[in-house]
């Protein structure tokens, strides 16, 4: 099915206050495609961002048989295929199903779970099964089908990557009790639940959401009423077990470039792969583990374990083929919405601008956005490139904070100077 409607839901950056469900949810899925200037456009949801190297390859060949052939990776370590023809929903659905991508037809859009994408592989604990377990709930669960498509799960090794992602319901491990902690929103208290209950926990306070929120309501737990939530946080938390004060991070730390224990991170500038790319991490994968984790600031972890010389040279031809091996590549946390022509609502080509504007690292992330919807802005403290009529706006975002604006006119050498400045 093709729906006609907006471009790729925003992400509003204003918090607090009361934002009822209007319209219906405009979030693309499979087997709802979102029409888009550059042709239908599907969001594959990937739980945990984890592939295995053959349903790397159907997403492939679902891209070159009925798309652009490229491979978008998202802010929730999903996959997005551009450029579909309007009629191919339904082979899309069948090639996806027999790749296991699809186990639930009435869930496709409500299996949005992200998980710190080196647990268990640079000595921090595993998320044991709480990443497969979760997404079984969440498909067996007549009530979860109606959670919206931008509700997110968050599964954190300890590290607080993801945690601080400003998921609706987070499951933290605890590390030295062997515990979980539940947070649920934004809520500085968390709950401790024994490990293994912490994925029905998680479905639960997913649950009570939707019955928080009412019919029409929220679409997501920092959406409700501020007494709501907080009636929400204090009776489903406390139902799970004793609370803990442990404030959320505000400042998510992808995994750098290069390695990580047994991993190989590799970065995607500006989230895009080609079939060449795709194909030779596929490759990699396969010749390692058999398994590909897609991250949240759209990069790909590689589990080993890898003899020390292959990395090295693994890393060599992923650096060849244009994706970003090492932390001082210019691209490092570089980032851009589709822009024009891909998206009728851009006023440029942002990508095209993102790119000439590289330069040296920066400490902070960059993201460029064609119009203030900011689709897929990076989260925590990050510079903000909004094109506006006047110009290009760029402000320093913290959390729920932004500092006062600069705007630069059409100046490609004042642009990228002002960015470079900014991220400094
Ligand atoms: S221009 Fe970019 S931010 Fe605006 S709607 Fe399109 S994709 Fe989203």
Redesign the pocket.
């Given at each position: 099915m093709l729906a006609a409607m907006?471009?790729?839901a925003?992400s509003p950056l204003s918090a607090g206050g009361v934002s009822p469900r209007t319209g219906g949810d405009a979030c693309p899925g499979t087997l709802r495609l979102h029409r888009a200037d550059d042709g239908a456009l599907a969001r594959v949801r990937i739980p945990g961002g984890v592939l295995s190297a053959d349903q790397a390859d159907a997403l492939l060949t679902a891209a070159a048989r009925f798309g652009d052939g490229e491979l978008h990776l998202t802010s929730r370590g999903n996959v997005q295929l551009r450029g579909l023809g309007t009629e191919c929903g339904g082979e899309l659905a069948g090639l996806l199903t027999d790749a296991g991508l699809l186990p639930s037809a009435a869930h496709e859009r409500a299996r949005n779970i992200v998980a710190s994408p080196l647990a268990g592989l640079d000595g921090s604990g595993g998320l044991g099964v709480w990443l497969t377990e979760l997404d079984r709930l969440v498909c067996g669960s007549a009530a979860a089908a109606t959670l919206s498509g931008r509700f997110l799960f968050a599964l954190d090794d300890g590290r607080g990557d993801v945690d601080a992602l400003g998921a609706d319901v987070t499951l933290i491990a605890e590390g030295p009790s062997g515990a979980a902690l539940l947070r649920i929103g934004a809520a500085d208290e968390v709950f401790r639940v024994p490990a293994t209950d912490a994925p029905r926990a998680a479905l639960l306070a997913a649950e009570e959401f939707l019955r928080a929120a009412g019919d029409p309501g929220a679409w997501r737990v920092k959406d409700l009423p501020d007494d709501v939530r907080a009636e929400l946080v204090r009776t489903t938390g406390s139902a799970a077990g004793p609370t803990v004060h442990r404030p959320r991070p505000r400042t998510a730390t992808p995994p750098a470039p290069g390695t990580h224990g047994s991993a190989i991170t590799a970065e995607v500038p500006l989230g895009r792969l080609t079939p060449a790319q795709w194909r030779l991490l596929t490759e990699t994968a396969r010749r390692y583990g058999g398994e590909l984790r897609l991250t949240p600031w759209r990069g790909i972890v590689i589990p080993g374990p890898v003899p020390r010389p292959e990395v090295v040279e693994a890393l060599r031809t992923l650096s060849e083929s244009g994706l970003i091996t090492a932390p001082d590549s210019p691209w490092t946390g570089v980032g851009?919405?589709?822009?024009?022509p891909?998206?009728?609502?851009?006023?440029s080509d942002?990508r095209a601008e993102a790119g000439a504007a590289v330069g040296p690292p920066g400490r902070l992330p960059v993201y460029w956005?064609?119009?203030?919807?900011?689709?897929?802005?990076p989260h925590g403290e990050w510079i903000d490139v909004?094109?506006t009529p006047d110009g290009h706006r760029i402000s320093h975002v913290r959390g729920e904070r932004r500092d006062p604006p600069a705007t630069v006119g059409n100046d490609p050498a004042a642009l990228a100077a002002a960015v470079a400045a900014a991220r400094a």
């Open positions: 907006p471009d790729s925003p851009a919405c589709i822009g024009h891909g998206c009728a609502k851009s006023l942002v956005s064609g119009c203030e919807r900011r689709c897929g802005h909004v094109v």
